[in-house]
């Protein structure tokens, strides 16, 4: 019933930047939290950002001062702003959304398909 799709993943140089966007839709009554993950191959998935309702903000320590997360709450969108991107980045990323259903008030917690970014010379 909410869905996420993702964008502006690809290949980019060491020292280069990208920006990922996220747009939640679907029978959304509200939208508590949304995270930005990312799963390298062979590691567990790990978090990356996450950006609360409230505004609050909250990073890994391996990209505190070079990521930013904000959010569009007018659009449902979501940013994950990437800076001085490092070889170890490279990872598939995945945004993750945690809400509230609209017609059940129901909780959801709900995953996108996840886009490649590899940082490489």
């Known amino acids: 019933q909410v869905q996420l799709v993702e964008s502006g993943g690809g290949l980019v140089q060491p020292g280069g930047s990208l920006t990922l966007s996220c747009t939640a839709s679907g029978r959304i009554f509200s939208i508590s939290a949304m995270n930005w993950f990312r799963q390298a191959p062979g590691k567990q998935r790990e978090l990356v950002a996450t950006v609360t309702s409230g505004g609050r903000t909250n990073y890994a320590d391996s990209v505190k001062g070079r990521f930013t997360i904000s959010r569009d709450f007018a659009k449902s969108t979501v940013y994950l702003q990437m800076n001085g991107l490092k070889p170890e980045d490279t990872a598939v990323y995945y945004c993750?959304?945690?809400?509230?259903?609209?017609?059940?008030?129901?909780?959801?917690?709900?995953w996108g398909q996840g886009t490649q970014v590899t940082v490489s010379s």
């Open positions: 993750n959304a945690e809400g509230l259903i609209a017609t059940t008030r129901m909780p959801f917690n709900t």
